[in-house]
Structure formats: structure tokens, C-alpha cells
Nanobody, 126 residues
Framework: QVQLVETGGGLVQAGGSLRLSCAASGRAFSRHTMGWFRQVPGKEREFVAVIISSGSITYYADSVKGRFTISRDNAKNTVYLQMNSLKVEDTAIYYC???????????????????WGQGTQVTVSS
């Protein structure tokens, strides 16, 4: 099991940038696939980005491709989400999640992630 704590959310104007961090506890972090998801009230949790345990492979939702970058530092047990060129529609609660496995057919399915953080609010104003 991995305990996760997200930080870095806040209020930013459209076009601005934020960097989210997700600190993990537990020695198993380096063996976990890490994902970022987001959710707005009344909607399902949406996949944003994923990075495999080694950090060598990443995938992004089409809506954030070219604007967001996921990375990880296994020595610091932390995964990051750099968000640039933010849009109003990026407003959501952002969650990081950990999975002990990775599959190209299900990495974007939140049900395959076992551990979740409490979320951090990102609000983009126009």
C-alpha cells in the first residue's frame, strides 16, 4: 500500500502554469505506476497522465497533450504534474494514484489504481 499526498494546487489565470506534486510513503513507490486524474462535480473521474515505474514511458489524455508533463523522482518518492498553458476547462480536483501494475489497455481506468491521494483543487480563471 502507498499513501499519497498531493500539493501545489491553487488559483491561476488562463495561460498560466502550476506544478502539482504527489509525495508517497512506503518503499514500494519505485515499483508503482503513477497516474494523475481529475474530477469536477457531477462528472466521472478523468484520466490525465500516467508514468510507469521506471519513468521511461508516459501517456497523456488528448486534452492535455503538449501542455502537461508528468515526471517522477523515485529517490524522493514523488511524482509531478507540470501544467502549462492552463485553460478554464482544466479546473478540477486533481488526484494522484498508484497502481502495482501497468497495462496499455487499462492505464486510463481509475478502477485499476489501488491507492489515491486526497486531491488538490486547481482553479483556472478567465
Amino acid at each position: 500500500q502507498v499513501q499519497l499526498v498531493e500539493t501545489g494546487g491553487g488559483l491561476v489565470q488562463a495561460g498560466g502554469s502550476l506544478r502539482l506534486s504527489c509525495a508517497a510513503s512506503g518503499r514500494a513507490f519505485s515499483r508503482h505506476t503513477m497516474g494523475w486524474f481529475r474530477q469536477v462535480p457531477g462528472k466521472e473521474r478523468e484520466f490525465v497522465a500516467v508514468i510507469i515505474s521506471s519513468g521511461s514511458i508516459t501517456y497523456y489524455a488528448d486534452s492535455v497533450k503538449g501542455r502537461f508533463t508528468i515526471s517522477r523522482d523515485n529517490a524522493k518518492n514523488t511524482v509531478y504534474l507540470q501544467m502549462n498553458s492552463l485553460k478554464v476547462e482544466d479546473t478540477a480536483i486533481y488526484y494522484c494514484a498508484a497502481s502495482p501494475t501497468f497495462g496499455s489497455s487499462f492505464y486510463n481506468n481509475p478502477r485499476t489504481y489501488a491507492d489515491w491521494g486526497q486531491g488538490t483543487q486547481v482553479t483556472v480563471s478567465s
